[in-house]
């Protein structure tokens, strides 16, 4: 069987190094860019939905926003009907580094395909996206407690 996941694993540390690099001058770090860009792209999202979306668990969560509230590029906001959910939105500086974010990304992006056609990339994208949406079944139910049987 081909081990595709070391693969992958090995493209994820390597861009996972070179973000950290690349966002020490913002004082980004362990994939917090991340939390960034998706509570941006996604204004008044709540910790459960972010936490399903980025794919880590809510202690994980609780822990980089707390940090990026801290550093002023998040914050929460309560919902008017419910004061138990806190709603999440990037702050003004939040806004001024997600261009920066999406640009090295984009870069990172061409840099991976070169030498790939569109259709070549296209087919990449939808591979990976059926295998994500394979692997988050299990995802889910080992997060609720389960345990997968080998």
Same mark, same amino acid.
Do not use: C
């Given at each position: 069987?081909?081990?595709?996941?070391?693969?992958?694993?090995?493209? !994820?540390?390597?861009?996972? @190094?070179? %973000?950290?690099?690349?966002?020490?001058?913002?004082? *980004? @770090?362990?994939?917090?860019?991340?939390?960034?860009?998706?509570?941006? !792209?996604?204004? $008044?999202?709540?910790? !459960?939905? *972010?936490?399903?979306?980025? &794919?880590?668990?809510?202690?994980?969560?609780?822990?980089?926003?707390?940090? *990026? !509230?801290?550093? $002023?590029? /998040?914050?929460?906001? %309560?919902?008017?009907?419910?004061?138990?959910? =806190?709603?999440?939105?990037?702050?003004? =500086?939040?806004?001024?580094?997600?261009?920066?974010?999406?640009?090295?990304? @984009?870069? %990172?992006?061409? /840099?991976?395909?070169?030498?790939?056609?569109?259709?070549?990339?296209?087919?990449?994208?939808?591979? *990976?996206?059926?295998?994500?949406?394979?692997?988050?079944?299990?995802? &889910?139910?080992? &997060?609720?407690?389960? &345990?997968?049987?080998?």
């Amino acid at each position: 069987m081909i081990d595709i996941l070391r693969e992958v694993g090995m493209i !994820e540390r390597a861009l996972d @190094s070179i %973000s950290n690099i690349e966002f020490k001058d913002i004082n *980004l @770090s362990n994939l917090q860019f991340l939390y960034v860009v998706r509570i941006y !792209e996604h204004p $008044g999202i709540i910790a !459960e939905q *972010l936490a399903n979306l980025i &794919k880590v668990d809510r202690t994980t969560l609780a822990r980089a926003v707390r940090r *990026l !509230e801290k550093q $002023g590029y /998040v914050y929460r906001e %309560s919902d008017p009907d419910n004061k138990k959910i =806190k709603h999440l939105y990037v702050t003004e =500086k939040g806004k001024q580094i997600y261009p920066f974010i999406i640009r090295e990304n @984009s870069h %990172s992006n061409e /840099v991976a395909l070169q030498g790939f056609t569109p259709e070549e990339a296209q087919q990449v994208h939808d591979y *990976l996206k059926r295998i994500r949406q394979n692997i988050d079944a299990d995802w &889910k139910f080992v &997060k609720r407690g389960g &345990k997968r049987k080998y």
